[in-house]
């Protein structure tokens, strides 16, 4: 062989692996499922970012996220689930409530599935049991729909005399015909009368606000529902407005201005399931991996928003409280 010829062949095999190495593997694609918007969920989706960061995985570098809203629009879920699993997606992450893991568990039973679930995942039907949920879902149960009964014991304490409490459920989520049986055994057993109210559009909520006088309400409870917690600054203007002395499921209200909350912090959830992801990406299957369930919930209240409502906050509430805004 010629000199030329074999320094020729010597500078193209040396040019093959660089040309190979250019052809980097398709990064796994985890598929995102959620029943509200990115706007108010902004805060929450970056810690679902960080649980997934703490597994190994970040966003357009070693994985790639396709996002599905669903605006609020519960029907949409299923056209979204099955539009995620027509995409190959390695994981389906399903958050903002009930609906879109049991939308995406109806789609699919081979994809692996990661969710928040408001309500007992094992009455859901999602998993067989929470420590060997044996099938294709996992994840991190919120359990907003058992804390009735202590709600209700801190709404005794600011309302010691209350006649009756509404409630406001949001009659296009499942969760309402799981929900409302729960509180009102929850009432009976601190005895609590409390009447029902509907709304699942911005214009509902500010009608059942209204509603209130005529009803004369001690209080407002609202129940568990992702658009309704997307439309925290409404309900807190409604509130003020109406001075309504109002309790809700979720800190975020309470940081907008609303009056007390009480539940499981809603961030931990979202990064449980940010970690359980990147542990299925990495090969652990979701059938044995338990359910996780909160072991901290959380007490907090706003000292400016009772000032203008009149309220007194008693001591031994304050003292039970984790986050106190004044």
Not at 229 to 236: E, I, K, S, W
Request: proline share 6%; charged share 15%; glycine share 8%.
């Amino acid at each position: 062989m010629k000199r030329h010829e074999f320094i020729s062949l010597l500078g193209g095999a040396a040019a093959w692996p660089l040309g190979a190495s250019a052809q980097q593997p398709a990064m796994p694609v985890i598929g995102y499922l959620h029943s509200g918007s990115l706007g108010p969920y902004a805060h929450l989706v970056a810690v679902f970012r960080q649980g997934l960061k703490e597994s190994g995985y970040v966003e357009h570098h070693n994985v790639a996220i396709e996002y599905r809203w669903a605006e609020g629009c519960y029907e949409r879920l299923p056209a979204l689930a099955a539009d995620l699993v027509g995409r190959h997606a390695a994981v389906i992450v399903t958050q903002g409530g009930d609906p879109p893991p049991l939308a995406a568990k109806s789609t699919t039973s081979t994809i692996p599935i990661v969710f928040t679930s408001s309500s007992d995942p094992v009455k859901l039907g999602l998993v067989a049991s929470l420590n060997r949920p044996g099938g294709n879902a996992t994840g991190f149960w919120v359990y907003t729909s058992l804390l009735g009964t202590k709600r209700f014991e801190m709404m005794r304490q600011l309302f010691p005399a209350s006649t009756l409490i509404a409630i406001l459920v949001n009659p296009n989520n499942p969760n309402a015909q799981i929900d409302m049986p729960d509180l009102q055994d929850a009432a009976r057993t601190v005895g609590q009368s409390i009447s029902f109210l509907t709304a699942s559009t911005e214009t509902e909520i500010e009608a059942a606000f209204a509603a209130l006088g005529d009803k004369r309400m001690s209080a407002f409870l609202v129940n568990t529902d992702p658009y309704f917690l997307a439309r925290r600054d409404q309900f807190v203007a409604l509130a003020t407005r109406y001075s309504v002395p109002t309790i809700y499921p979720w800190r975020e209200a309470v940081a907008a201005g609303g009056l007390m909350s009480y539940g499981a912090s809603l961030a931990d959830g979202y990064r449980q399931v940010g970690i359980y992801a990147g542990r299925i990406l990495k090969g652990e299957k979701p059938a044995d991996l338990p359910v996780v369930q909160p072991t901290r919930f959380e007490l907090a209240i706003n000292l400016k928003t009772a000032k203008a409502l009149g309220l007194q906050i008693s001591d031994r509430l304050l003292a039970l409280a984790d986050e106190v805004i004044e």
